[in-house]
């Protein structure tokens, strides 16, 4: 008879499974601890030197700066404020003035070159300056600003009496390398563009002078209408400003910076071009009236000027080319433009027809107008367009040489608040143009095709 087997009950068979994962587990951490190679320790972080080319614990009196294109010397007063000697009166820069003598006392360095062998390589056996400082005791001292490091950041310079050679950065070396030009207050007076109030251009022969004013409460309004500013010259009357055309104006004007001062006190002003023959330009807001005359060519950009009322001579940079303005080109072209709200009625004749055009209103102003073209009752917007061929007449040209003639067409405004009234002329001029008259005065022309125009729409009304 066969033996019976005994199962292995479930339990032991977990048990033993689980005795062997805890073996595995314990061979892995006993493995991952055996000592192997040791990777090697970390250099400690240790702070960069510092180093430095200057280190005095007093303040600067008084600082030189030796060579160059000028040697300045700049001192504390009184009160231990920075004034640079000089011997005009001229506004300068504080904070590029403080520079120098509040940088001096510590200069610190990019690096040090120890005892090389050949200072010339620096530039230092003739250094672009000296800087020169005398502290408060007595006590002088000097540093030699060299060359400039290849990479352009920086300067090579060495105490004096010292044999190792430093690197320091551009922002302390431009301070010492400063000229009078980069000291002074380079800003020149100046107006605001948003706020003028007049301009007159002054060009150079055979230039026109032009001179545009702001319209004030005095001026007849009724002829500039839609305008701030009108023209007096060249033209022979005022004529409102195309706006847009005087804002081009000026925005092409000269930003008001000296690039350079050349002369404070000239002797002679013609040697840079600017005698009273010069041409120039005046502007004037509400604050500054400012008169800036411009003389010979400086170079490729800039153009000598100076400011009337001050004596130094710099360069701005600009092209001139406002001075080419043609007056033509920034005048309104409108011969005579009225508001039809101030028309009561106006007349257009020819030596063979008279067309009265009239408005009629009432004292209730909620009532509509009535129009009428030699007494026929006219359409509202018929009759506008009418009106605006009167007085959308625009000028062609410039008349220069206005000859006396008879006018072959007029037209008469008549206004409600004035006793004269208005009156456009137009007299036969050259071959397909009117020469427009107020006055008994022209500057400019039309063309016959608009005055036709003009004819041909009365005529239509009344058909």
Same mark, same amino acid.
């Given at each position: 008879?066969?033996?019976?087997?005994?199962?292995?009950?479930?339990? @032991?068979?977990?048990?033993?499974?689980?005795?062997?994962?805890?073996?595995?587990?314990?061979?892995?951490?006993?493995?991952?601890?055996?000592?192997?190679?040791?990777?090697?320790?970390?250099?400690?972080?240790?702070?960069?030197?510092?180093?430095?080319?200057?280190?005095?614990?007093?303040?600067?009196?008084?600082?030189?700066?030796?060579?160059?294109?000028?040697?300045?010397?700049?001192?504390?007063?009184?009160?231990? @404020?920075?004034?640079?000697?000089?011997?005009?009166?001229?506004?300068?820069?504080?904070?590029?003035?403080?520079?120098?003598?509040?940088?001096?006392?510590?200069?610190? &360095?990019?690096?040090?070159?120890?005892?090389?062998?050949?200072?010339? @390589?620096?530039?230092?056996?003739?250094?672009?300056?000296?800087?020169? &400082?005398?502290?408060?005791?007595?006590?002088?001292?000097?540093?030699?600003?060299?060359?400039?490091?290849?990479?352009?950041?920086?300067?090579?310079?060495?105490?004096?009496?010292?044999?190792?050679?430093?690197?320091?950065?551009?922002?302390?070396?431009?301070?010492?390398?400063?000229?009078?030009?980069?000291?002074?207050?380079?800003?020149?007076?100046?107006?605001?563009?948003?706020d003028i109030h007049y301009l007159e251009l002054n060009p150079p022969p055979p230039g026109e002078r032009i001179i545009v004013r702001r319209v004030t409460d005095d001026d007849d309004r009724t002829t500039l209408l839609f305008s701030m500013y009108q023209i007096t010259s060249p033209f022979r009357m005022a004529h409102a400003i195309d706006g847009e055309s005087f804002q081009e104006l000026l925005d092409s004007m000269p930003a008001m910076f000296a690039e350079r001062f050349v002369d404070d006190r000239p002797s002679d002003y013609a040697q840079y071009g600017l005698g009273p023959a010069a041409p120039t330009v005046r502007l004037r807001d509400s604050e500054t009236d400012l008169t800036v005359v411009f003389g010979n060519r400086a170079s490729d950009s800039t153009y000598y000027a100076r400011i009337v009322g001050r004596p130094e001579v710099f360069t701005l940079r600009t092209d001139l080319s406002f001075f080419d303005t043609d007056p033509f080109t920034i005048v309104s072209?409108?011969?005579?433009?009225?508001?039809?709200?101030?028309?009561?009625?106006?007349?257009?004749?020819?030596?063979?027809?008279?067309?009265?055009?009239?408005?009629?209103?009432?004292?209730?102003?909620?009532?509509?107008?009535?129009?009428?073209?030699?007494?026929?009752?006219?359409?509202?917007?018929?009759?506008?367009?009418?009106?605006?061929?009167?007085?959308?007449?625009?000028?062609?040209?410039?008349?220069?040489?206005?000859?006396?003639?008879?006018?072959? @067409?007029?037209?008469?405004?008549?206004?409600?608040?004035?006793?004269?009234?208005?009156?456009?002329?137009?007299?036969?001029?050259?071959?397909?143009?009117?020469?427009?008259?107020?006055?008994?005065?022209?500057?400019?022309?039309?063309?016959?095709?608009?005055?036709?125009?003009?004819?041909?729409?009365?005529?239509?009304?009344?058909?």
């Amino acid at each position: 008879m066969a033996e019976e087997t005994t199962p292995v009950k479930r339990p @032991v068979k977990l048990g033993i499974a689980g005795l062997a994962l805890v073996v595995l587990v314990g061979t892995y951490i006993v493995v991952q601890n055996l000592p192997g190679p040791q990777a090697p320790e970390s250099p400690a972080w240790e702070p960069p030197e510092i180093v430095n080319l200057t280190d005095f614990d007093q303040d600067v009196q008084t600082i030189r700066l030796i060579g160059g294109e000028d040697t300045i010397t700049i001192s504390r007063d009184e009160e231990r @404020v920075w004034r640079v000697q000089y011997p005009h009166d001229v506004r300068w820069l504080r904070h590029q003035v403080s520079r120098p003598g509040n940088t001096f006392p510590l200069i610190s &360095a990019e690096r040090r070159l120890e005892d090389p062998d050949d200072l010339s @390589v620096y530039g230092l056996t003739e250094p672009k300056r000296i800087v020169e &400082a005398t502290f408060e005791d007595g006590t002088v001292a000097r540093v030699l600003i060299g060359a400039e490091t290849p990479s352009r950041t920086g300067y090579y310079a060495m105490r004096e009496g010292d044999e190792d050679v430093y690197v320091i950065g551009r922002f302390n070396a431009t301070s010492f390398l400063a000229t009078y030009n980069d000291l002074r207050d380079r800003n020149l007076p100046d107006v605001d563009t948003e706020d003028i109030h007049y301009l007159e251009l002054n060009p150079p022969p055979p230039g026109e002078r032009i001179i545009v004013r702001r319209v004030t409460d005095d001026d007849d309004r009724t002829t500039l209408l839609f305008s701030m500013y009108q023209i007096t010259s060249p033209f022979r009357m005022a004529h409102a400003i195309d706006g847009e055309s005087f804002q081009e104006l000026l925005d092409s004007m000269p930003a008001m910076f000296a690039e350079r001062f050349v002369d404070d006190r000239p002797s002679d002003y013609a040697q840079y071009g600017l005698g009273p023959a010069a041409p120039t330009v005046r502007l004037r807001d509400s604050e500054t009236d400012l008169t800036v005359v411009f003389g010979n060519r400086a170079s490729d950009s800039t153009y000598y000027a100076r400011i009337v009322g001050r004596p130094e001579v710099f360069t701005l940079r600009t092209d001139l080319s406002f001075f080419d303005t043609d007056p033509f080109t920034i005048v309104s072209k409108f011969a005579l433009i009225l508001s039809i709200d101030k028309v009561d009625r106006f007349v257009v004749e020819t030596p063979d027809e008279r067309f009265v055009a009239r408005v009629e209103r009432t004292d209730d102003p909620d009532a509509d107008e009535t129009f009428y073209l030699n007494d026929r009752v006219i359409e509202d917007k018929l009759f506008r367009e009418f009106y605006q061929k009167s007085i959308g007449l625009l000028a062609d040209g410039r008349n220069r040489n206005p000859e006396p003639g008879e006018p072959e @067409v007029t037209v008469t405004y008549h206004l409600t608040d004035f006793e004269q009234p208005f009156r456009l002329e137009l007299v036969p001029h050259t071959r397909g143009f009117y020469a427009a008259y107020r006055d008994g005065r022209s500057d400019f022309l039309v063309s016959d095709v608009q005055v036709d125009r003009l004819i041909a729409g009365a005529r239509s009304l009344l058909e």
